[in-house]
């Protein structure tokens, strides 16, 4: 019951946005999604899936350490038709009797070689033990755009039109929230991501992140934010269609929080 209480008050102060899983690569980015490539973008800026020529499925898992109770599980896959993305996203958020899921369905389309746009639609769902459920639609949109084979800039907003949940569990947010970012790709071997985030009733987060890809079958990532101040590391092993991510944040009030997640293209 101490959990759950702790929950309750800390999603109506942080949003729901707040376990918003970007997998382990962005995360270990310093949740850097806004302007960089990845399937996990469809939970960042759906634009980004555009660099997909393969269909891809993604698994993460994430241990938050706060309790041995909760966890978060989440599930993407993308399928990209000639300039056309279809990706679908799933994640469930809490333990046996607290839990947020949301279900979303993005479509992205590329313009050429260099602009691409990208709208996502979410269903939400919250369950609280002795309270009910409650449901909720929103929409993200996002826009990406590179300039050339290094230098790229995003867009992204999500629930700009400020959903809430419906019946008692109102107070239990979905903020809107408003990114820019870009990504630099110092080298063969270096990426530099950068976002600057502003969520409803929070103060406005700088991000930077680096992937430095030490040799073909494996990348380490860092990176900070400033509101909160969270540090994060990662990395990641590519074999040839199955790759292997992992990464850890920590936070001096929620402490650490692992996570892994398996991706294969086909």
């Given at each position: 019951m101490k959990i759950l209480c702790f929950l309750v008050i800390y999603v109506s102060a942080n949003c729901v946005y707040a376990q918003n899983s970007q997998g382990p690569r962005l995360t270990a980015l310093a949740d850097n999604g806004t302007a960089v490539n990845d399937i996990w973008t469809l939970q960042a800026n759906p634009a980004g899936i555009t660099f997909l020529n393969h269909p891809a499925v993604s698994l993460n898992y994430i241990k938050h350490l706060l309790s041995d109770e909760i966890s978060t599980q989440a599930f993407v896959a993308v399928i990209p038709f000639k300039n056309n993305y279809a990706g679908i996203s799933f994640q469930r958020y809490g333990f046996a009797s607290y839990h947020e899921s949301?279900?979303?369905?993005?479509?992205?389309?590329?313009?050429?070689?260099k602009l691409a746009l990208a709208l996502n639609g979410n269903y939400h769902q919250l369950k609280i033990e002795d309270y009910g459920a409650s449901t909720a639609y929103t929409i993200d949109a996002g826009v990406?755009?590179?300039?050339?084979?290094?230098?790229?800039?995003?867009?992204?907003?999500?629930?700009?039109?400020?959903?809430?949940?419906?019946?008692?569990?109102?107070s239990a947010k979905i903020p809107a929230s408003y990114n820019i970012g870009a990504s630099y790709l110092a080298s063969k071997k270096v990426l530099i991501a950068t976002t600057v985030s502003k969520i409803t009733d929070q103060p406005i987060d700088v991000r930077i992140g680096v992937e430095y890809q030490l040799f073909d079958l494996l990348s380490l990532r860092?990176?900070?934010?400033?509101?909160?101040?969270?540090?994060?590391?990662?990395?990641?092993?590519?074999?040839?269609?199955?790759?292997?991510?992992?990464?850890?944040?920590?936070?001096?009030s929620l402490g650490y929080a692992p996570q892994i997640a398996i991706s294969y293209v086909f």
């Amino acid at each position: 019951m101490k959990i759950l209480c702790f929950l309750v008050i800390y999603v109506s102060a942080n949003c729901v946005y707040a376990q918003n899983s970007q997998g382990p690569r962005l995360t270990a980015l310093a949740d850097n999604g806004t302007a960089v490539n990845d399937i996990w973008t469809l939970q960042a800026n759906p634009a980004g899936i555009t660099f997909l020529n393969h269909p891809a499925v993604s698994l993460n898992y994430i241990k938050h350490l706060l309790s041995d109770e909760i966890s978060t599980q989440a599930f993407v896959a993308v399928i990209p038709f000639k300039n056309n993305y279809a990706g679908i996203s799933f994640q469930r958020y809490g333990f046996a009797s607290y839990h947020e899921s949301k279900i979303g369905f993005a479509y992205a389309k590329k313009f050429g070689q260099k602009l691409a746009l990208a709208l996502n639609g979410n269903y939400h769902q919250l369950k609280i033990e002795d309270y009910g459920a409650s449901t909720a639609y929103t929409i993200d949109a996002g826009v990406l755009y590179q300039f050339n084979q290094h230098f790229s800039t995003g867009a992204f907003s999500s629930n700009a039109s400020r959903q809430q949940y419906s019946a008692s569990l109102r107070s239990a947010k979905i903020p809107a929230s408003y990114n820019i970012g870009a990504s630099y790709l110092a080298s063969k071997k270096v990426l530099i991501a950068t976002t600057v985030s502003k969520i409803t009733d929070q103060p406005i987060d700088v991000r930077i992140g680096v992937e430095y890809q030490l040799f073909d079958l494996l990348s380490l990532r860092g990176g900070l934010s400033t509101k909160p101040f969270k540090q994060y590391a990662g990395f990641g092993i590519n074999c040839k269609k199955f790759v292997l991510d992992m990464a850890t944040t920590y936070e001096a009030s929620l402490g650490y929080a692992p996570q892994i997640a398996i991706s294969y293209v086909f």
